[in-house]
Antibody, heavy 124, light 111 residues
Framework: EVQLVESGGGLVQPGRSLRLSCAASGFTFDDYAMHWVRQAPGKGLEWVSGISWNSGSIGYADSVKGRFTISRDNAKNSLYLQMNSLRAEDTALYYC?????????????????WGQGTLVTVSS | QSALTQPASVSGSPGQSITISCTGTSSDVGGYNYVSWYQQHPGKAPKLMIYEVSNRPSGVSNRFSGSKSGNTASLTISGLQAEDEADYYCSSYTSSSTPWVFGGGTKLTVL
Protein backbone atom coordinates (compact mmCIF):
# COMPACT_ATOMS: atom_id res chain seq x y z
CA GLU A 1 0.00 0.00 0.00
CA VAL A 2 1.37 3.39 -1.00
CA GLN A 3 1.76 5.76 1.91
CA LEU A 4 2.94 9.35 1.95
CA VAL A 5 3.29 10.97 5.36
CA GLU A 6 4.13 14.65 5.61
CA SER A 7 5.60 16.34 8.67
CA GLY A 8 7.34 19.53 9.72
CA GLY A 9 4.51 22.01 9.50
CA GLY A 10 3.71 24.52 12.21
CA LEU A 11 3.34 28.15 13.15
CA VAL A 12 6.19 30.37 11.98
CA GLN A 13 6.75 34.11 11.85
CA PRO A 14 7.01 35.95 8.54
CA GLY A 15 10.54 35.91 7.18
CA ARG A 16 11.49 32.73 9.01
CA SER A 17 12.18 29.27 7.62
CA LEU A 18 10.62 25.82 7.85
CA ARG A 19 11.51 22.43 6.42
CA LEU A 20 8.83 19.96 5.42
CA SER A 21 9.41 16.23 5.04
CA CYS A 22 7.48 13.48 3.31
CA ALA A 23 8.15 9.84 4.16
CA ALA A 24 7.20 7.45 1.37
CA SER A 25 6.52 3.73 1.50
CA GLY A 26 4.78 1.01 -0.47
CA PHE A 27 6.46 1.73 -3.80
CA THR A 28 9.93 2.05 -5.30
CA PHE A 29 10.55 5.68 -4.37
CA ASP A 30 13.48 6.30 -6.69
CA ASP A 31 11.45 5.26 -9.75
CA TYR A 32 9.14 8.27 -9.60
CA ALA A 33 9.04 12.03 -9.63
CA MET A 34 7.50 13.72 -6.61
CA HIS A 35 5.68 17.00 -6.05
CA TRP A 36 4.55 19.43 -3.39
CA VAL A 37 1.03 20.85 -3.82
CA ARG A 38 -0.52 23.30 -1.38
CA GLN A 39 -4.01 24.41 -0.46
CA ALA A 40 -4.61 27.68 1.33
CA PRO A 41 -7.49 27.66 3.84
CA GLY A 42 -10.76 27.48 1.95
CA LYS A 43 -8.98 27.73 -1.40
CA GLY A 44 -8.07 25.49 -4.30
CA LEU A 45 -4.99 23.45 -5.06
CA GLU A 46 -1.74 25.04 -6.20
CA TRP A 47 1.27 23.18 -7.57
CA VAL A 48 4.36 24.33 -5.67
CA SER A 49 7.32 22.27 -6.81
CA GLY A 50 8.38 19.04 -8.47
CA ILE A 51 11.53 16.92 -8.60
CA SER A 52 12.51 14.11 -10.92
CA TRP A 53 13.53 10.65 -9.76
CA ASN A 54 17.24 11.41 -9.59
CA SER A 55 16.96 15.10 -8.64
CA GLY A 56 18.24 15.95 -12.10
CA SER A 57 15.26 18.10 -12.98
CA ILE A 58 13.51 20.46 -10.59
CA GLY A 59 10.81 23.08 -10.98
CA TYR A 60 8.98 25.69 -8.91
CA ALA A 61 5.87 27.80 -9.10
CA ASP A 62 6.66 31.46 -9.74
CA SER A 63 5.17 32.30 -6.32
CA VAL A 64 7.89 30.36 -4.47
CA LYS A 65 10.83 30.52 -6.85
CA GLY A 66 13.98 31.71 -5.10
CA ARG A 67 12.53 31.06 -1.63
CA PHE A 68 11.70 27.34 -1.60
CA THR A 69 14.02 24.42 -2.35
CA ILE A 70 12.83 20.89 -3.08
CA SER A 71 15.07 17.90 -2.52
CA ARG A 72 14.89 14.15 -2.04
CA ASP A 73 16.92 11.40 -0.42
CA ASN A 74 16.25 8.17 -2.26
CA ALA A 75 18.19 6.16 0.30
CA LYS A 76 15.73 7.35 2.94
CA ASN A 77 12.61 7.29 0.71
CA SER A 78 12.05 10.91 1.65
CA LEU A 79 11.06 14.16 -0.01
CA TYR A 80 11.77 17.59 1.45
CA LEU A 81 10.76 21.20 1.00
CA GLN A 82 12.96 23.89 2.51
CA MET A 83 10.90 27.06 2.81
CA ASN A 84 12.74 30.33 3.45
CA SER A 85 11.56 33.94 3.70
CA LEU A 86 8.05 32.75 4.49
CA ARG A 87 5.12 35.07 3.87
CA ALA A 88 1.56 35.15 5.15
CA GLU A 89 0.39 34.00 1.72
CA ASP A 90 2.37 30.79 2.12
CA THR A 91 -0.09 29.71 4.81
CA ALA A 92 -1.55 26.45 3.55
CA LEU A 93 -1.85 22.72 3.90
CA TYR A 94 1.11 21.25 2.05
CA TYR A 95 0.61 17.91 0.31
CA CYS A 96 3.24 15.54 -0.93
CA UNK A 97 2.13 13.83 -4.15
CA UNK A 98 3.56 11.01 -6.23
CA UNK A 99 3.84 11.27 -10.01
CA UNK A 100 3.32 8.29 -12.32
CA UNK A 101 6.46 9.21 -14.28
CA UNK A 102 10.11 9.61 -13.36
CA UNK A 103 10.32 13.16 -14.77
CA UNK A 104 8.28 15.80 -12.92
CA UNK A 105 7.71 17.78 -16.09
CA UNK A 106 6.57 14.92 -18.32
CA UNK A 107 3.25 16.02 -19.86
CA UNK A 108 1.83 12.52 -19.50
CA UNK A 109 2.16 12.70 -15.73
CA UNK A 110 -0.45 13.11 -13.04
CA UNK A 111 -0.66 12.72 -9.27
CA UNK A 112 -1.77 9.22 -8.40
CA UNK A 113 -1.19 9.27 -4.63
CA TRP A 114 -1.33 12.07 -2.09
CA GLY A 115 -0.43 12.36 1.57
CA GLN A 116 -2.72 13.81 4.21
CA GLY A 117 -0.82 17.10 4.29
CA THR A 118 1.00 19.19 6.89
CA LEU A 119 -0.26 22.63 7.87
CA VAL A 120 2.01 25.65 7.62
CA THR A 121 0.80 28.86 9.24
CA VAL A 122 2.81 32.03 8.71
CA SER A 123 1.81 34.69 11.20
CA SER A 124 3.32 37.05 13.71
CA GLN B 1 -7.17 33.61 -9.91
CA SER B 2 -6.68 29.94 -10.84
CA ALA B 3 -5.31 29.11 -14.27
CA LEU B 4 -8.21 26.78 -15.11
CA THR B 5 -11.80 27.93 -14.67
CA GLN B 6 -14.37 25.73 -12.95
CA PRO B 7 -17.86 26.58 -11.69
CA ALA B 8 -17.81 27.23 -7.97
CA SER B 9 -20.66 24.84 -7.32
CA VAL B 10 -22.96 22.33 -8.93
CA SER B 11 -25.76 20.26 -7.47
CA GLY B 12 -27.94 17.33 -8.34
CA SER B 13 -30.34 14.86 -6.84
CA PRO B 14 -29.52 11.22 -6.18
CA GLY B 15 -29.65 9.21 -9.38
CA GLN B 16 -29.21 12.23 -11.63
CA SER B 17 -26.17 13.12 -13.72
CA ILE B 18 -24.06 16.24 -13.41
CA THR B 19 -21.21 17.69 -15.42
CA ILE B 20 -18.38 19.88 -14.16
CA SER B 21 -16.51 21.96 -16.71
CA CYS B 22 -12.87 23.00 -16.67
CA THR B 23 -11.90 25.72 -19.11
CA GLY B 24 -8.35 26.61 -20.00
CA THR B 25 -6.46 27.72 -23.07
CA SER B 26 -4.59 26.25 -25.99
CA SER B 27 -1.49 26.28 -23.76
CA ASP B 28 -2.97 23.78 -21.35
CA VAL B 29 -6.31 21.97 -21.68
CA GLY B 30 -6.68 22.61 -25.38
CA GLY B 31 -3.12 21.76 -26.27
CA TYR B 32 -2.70 18.44 -24.51
CA ASN B 33 -4.76 15.36 -23.71
CA TYR B 34 -3.37 15.37 -20.20
CA VAL B 35 -6.22 16.53 -18.02
CA SER B 36 -6.82 14.83 -14.70
CA TRP B 37 -9.57 15.14 -12.12
CA TYR B 38 -9.37 14.83 -8.35
CA GLN B 39 -12.04 14.34 -5.70
CA GLN B 40 -11.55 15.81 -2.25
CA HIS B 41 -13.83 15.13 0.69
CA PRO B 42 -13.66 17.60 3.59
CA GLY B 43 -10.51 17.16 5.62
CA LYS B 44 -9.20 14.48 3.29
CA ALA B 45 -6.43 14.26 0.71
CA PRO B 46 -7.32 14.56 -2.97
CA LYS B 47 -8.02 11.31 -4.81
CA LEU B 48 -7.34 10.72 -8.49
CA MET B 49 -10.58 10.04 -10.39
CA ILE B 50 -9.70 10.57 -14.06
CA TYR B 51 -6.40 10.84 -15.94
CA GLU B 52 -5.51 11.61 -19.55
CA VAL B 53 -8.92 13.24 -20.07
CA SER B 54 -11.05 10.11 -19.90
CA ASN B 55 -9.23 7.22 -18.23
CA ARG B 56 -10.31 5.84 -14.86
CA PRO B 57 -7.82 4.39 -12.39
CA SER B 58 -8.52 0.95 -11.07
CA GLY B 59 -11.11 1.10 -8.32
CA VAL B 60 -12.87 4.26 -9.48
CA SER B 61 -16.55 3.76 -10.27
CA ASN B 62 -17.58 3.77 -13.92
CA ARG B 63 -20.15 6.39 -12.96
CA PHE B 64 -17.29 8.85 -13.38
CA SER B 65 -16.31 9.80 -16.92
CA GLY B 66 -14.26 12.52 -18.56
CA SER B 67 -14.16 14.22 -21.92
CA LYS B 68 -12.69 17.23 -23.67
CA SER B 69 -13.70 19.59 -26.43
CA GLY B 70 -11.38 22.37 -27.47
CA ASN B 71 -10.16 24.25 -24.42
CA THR B 72 -12.77 22.76 -22.09
CA ALA B 73 -12.60 19.46 -20.25
CA SER B 74 -15.56 17.96 -18.45
CA LEU B 75 -16.18 15.50 -15.65
CA THR B 76 -19.54 13.75 -15.67
CA ILE B 77 -20.90 11.83 -12.72
CA SER B 78 -23.91 9.67 -13.47
CA GLY B 79 -26.25 8.03 -10.99
CA LEU B 80 -25.35 10.54 -8.30
CA GLN B 81 -24.88 9.14 -4.82
CA ALA B 82 -24.61 10.88 -1.47
CA GLU B 83 -20.95 9.81 -1.22
CA ASP B 84 -20.14 11.81 -4.36
CA GLU B 85 -20.64 15.04 -2.44
CA ALA B 86 -17.16 16.57 -2.42
CA ASP B 87 -14.93 19.14 -4.05
CA TYR B 88 -13.61 18.33 -7.51
CA TYR B 89 -10.49 19.77 -9.10
CA CYS B 90 -9.21 19.54 -12.63
CA SER B 91 -5.55 19.72 -13.52
CA SER B 92 -3.65 20.01 -16.76
CA TYR B 93 -0.14 20.04 -18.08
CA THR B 94 0.75 23.49 -19.35
CA SER B 95 3.48 24.89 -21.56
CA SER B 96 3.82 27.92 -19.30
CA SER B 97 6.65 28.45 -16.82
CA THR B 98 5.11 25.99 -14.36
CA PRO B 99 4.16 22.60 -15.84
CA TRP B 100 1.05 21.87 -13.78
CA VAL B 101 -2.04 23.96 -13.17
CA PHE B 102 -5.23 23.30 -11.26
CA GLY B 103 -8.74 24.63 -11.49
CA GLY B 104 -10.26 26.57 -8.64
CA GLY B 105 -12.40 23.62 -7.62
CA THR B 106 -16.11 22.83 -7.78
CA LYS B 107 -18.22 21.95 -4.78
CA LEU B 108 -20.71 19.21 -5.64
CA THR B 109 -23.81 19.07 -3.49
CA VAL B 110 -26.07 16.03 -3.64
CA LEU B 111 -29.52 17.32 -2.75
Amino acid sequence: EVQLVESGGGLVQPGRSLRLSCAASGFTFDDYAMHWVRQAPGKGLEWVSGISWNSGSIGYADSVKGRFTISRDNAKNSLYLQMNSLRAEDTALYYCAKDINFDYGDPTGYFDYWGQGTLVTVSS
Amino acid sequence: QSALTQPASVSGSPGQSITISCTGTSSDVGGYNYVSWYQQHPGKAPKLMIYEVSNRPSGVSNRFSGSKSGNTASLTISGLQAEDEADYYCSSYTSSSTPWVFGGGTKLTVL
